[in-house]
């Protein structure tokens, strides 16, 4: 096929699509206007972390390895996975929840005090 050959292509659509709601828009003026803005409700007082954190680092029975280990945070299994999650994020490193203790690869004692006064723990200790 040539280009001698080819059809001429049919010219395209005002719009993309077929707007059912165009011929309302000349009667807008006409609606009600909606209920006025409410103000926002007061915010709820931020939920408060646990009121103590002892953070240690560890080698003992881990290959010689460090890790630093978060305890006595006293929070329930659903909510020590979402800590654990948002802690290894921030600090860049790899850890698991042992029992009631979170394990955090590295040593973090200097970073890690910070970061869990910022979620809400009111006392660190870091031993």
């Given at each position: 096929?040539g280009?001698?050959?080819?059809?001429?292509?049919?010219?395209a659509?005002?719009?993309?699509?077929?707007?059912?709601?165009?011929?309302?828009?000349?009667?807008?003026?006409?609606?009600p206007?909606?209920?006025?803005?409410?103000?926002?409700?007061?915010?709820?007082?931020?939920?408060?972390?646990?009121?103590?954190?002892v953070?240690?680092m560890?080698?003992?029975?881990?290959?010689?390895?460090?890790?630093?280990v978060?305890?006595?945070?006293?929070?329930?299994?659903?909510?020590?996975?979402?800590?654990?999650?948002?802690?290894k994020?921030?600090?860049?490193?790899?850890?698991?929840?042992?029992?009631?203790v979170l394990?955090?690869?590295?040593?973090?004692?200097e970073?890690?005090?910070?970061?869990?006064?910022?979620?809400?723990?009111?006392?660190?200790v870091?031993?």
């Amino acid at each position: 096929m040539g280009k001698k050959d080819r059809k001429p292509e049919p010219a395209a659509p005002a719009a993309p699509f077929h707007n059912p709601f165009a011929a309302l828009a000349g009667q807008r003026e006409a609606l009600p206007s909606g209920p006025a803005p409410q103000a926002a409700p007061p915010k709820p007082e931020a939920r408060k972390g646990p009121a103590k954190a002892v953070v240690r680092m560890e080698r003992k029975g881990r290959g010689g390895k460090e890790v630093t280990v978060v305890e006595q945070l006293g929070l329930p299994p659903a909510e020590r996975e979402a800590w654990l999650k948002a802690l290894k994020g921030s600090l860049g490193c790899g850890g698991a929840v042992e029992e009631d203790v979170l394990v955090l690869q590295g040593d973090h004692r200097e970073r890690l005090p910070a970061l869990l006064e910022a979620r809400g723990v009111r006392r660190v200790v870091v031993g």
